[in-house]
T-cell receptor, first 111, second 115 residues
Framework: DAKTTQPNSMESNEEEPVHLPCNHS???????IHWYRQLPSQGPEYVIH???SNVNNRMASLAIAEDRKSSTLILHRATLRDAAVYYC????????????FGTGTRLQVFP | EPEVTQTPSHQVTQMGQEVILRCVPI?????FYWYRQILGQKVEFLVS????????KSEIFDDQFSVERPDGSNFTLKIRSTKLEDSAMYFC?????????????FGSGTRLTVV
């Protein structure tokens, strides 16, 4: 399975933008880049996914490098509710259906 | 917004007892999954289920575990003879499709404590 590397933790102040990086230098051409987050005492929650182009939804934006070896999840204005562990996961849907979670980035948001 | 519902939220059981964890996936979803997370550790895949059969399972999912979709709405995980190391959060998830980058919807989990 292709691997991802994320910082263990990051901090932000409320209402500031947050850029969560993910490196995936061994990504293959068919791997999708997925982001999930896990709030305290909750199950993982789907955030966004993309293949090559940048993506936006109501929760976040996903910026994908041109060579696809890295990506950045962007929270435009962090709220206290965004404090969670964020997981960057590669999926080759033709290979396996399961999600392989790493240790993710723990985001702390300060008032 | 549609949700995956899991019951109970917390279950305490004695070692060696059988437990059944229940999940109601989102109604138009076709793919179903169980994951678990031991306290302080990563979320781990257990099993995926499609068209009334297991499509993939992990090494964790041994003969003690089984899954069933008994009535078209519920999706259950049974642990036949629980061990202390089965204590974990168990998450059910469902997806409308697979391939082409579909996202999963997870439930809030069942905390299983084996004593």
């Amino acid at each position: 399975d292709a691997k991802t590397t994320q910082p263990n933790s990051m901090e932000s102040n409320e209402e500031e933008p947050v850029h969560l990086p993910c490196n995936h230098s061994t990504i293959s051409g068919t791997d999708y880049i997925h982001w999930y987050r896990q709030l305290p005492s909750q199950g993982p929650e789907y955030v966004i996914h993309g293949l090559t182009s940048n993506v936006n939804n109501r929760m976040a934006s996903l910026a994908i490098a041109e060579d696809r070896k890295s990506s950045t999840l962007i929270l435009h204005r962090a709220t206290l509710r965004d404090a969670a562990v964020y997981y960057c996961i590669l999926r080759d849907p033709s290979d396996t259906d399961k999600l392989i979670f790493g240790t993710g980035t723990r985001l702390q948001v300060f008032p | 917004e549609p949700e995956v519902t899991q019951t109970p939220s917390h279950q305490v059981t004695q070692m060696g007892q059988e437990v059944i964890l229940r999940c109601v996936p989102i109604s138009n979803h076709l793919y179903f999954y169980w994951y678990r997370q031991i306290l302080g550790q990563k979320v781990e895949f257990l099993v995926s289920f499609y068209n009334n059969e297991i499509s993939e399972k992990s090494e964790i999912f041994d003969d003690q575990f089984s899954v069933e979709r008994p009535d078209g709405s519920n999706f259950t995980l049974k642990i036949r003879s629980t061990k202390l190391e089965d204590s974990a959060m168990y998450f059910c998830a469902s997806s409308v499709g697979t391939g082409r980058g579909y996202g999963y919807t997870f439930g809030s989990g069942t905390r299983l404590t084996v004593v």
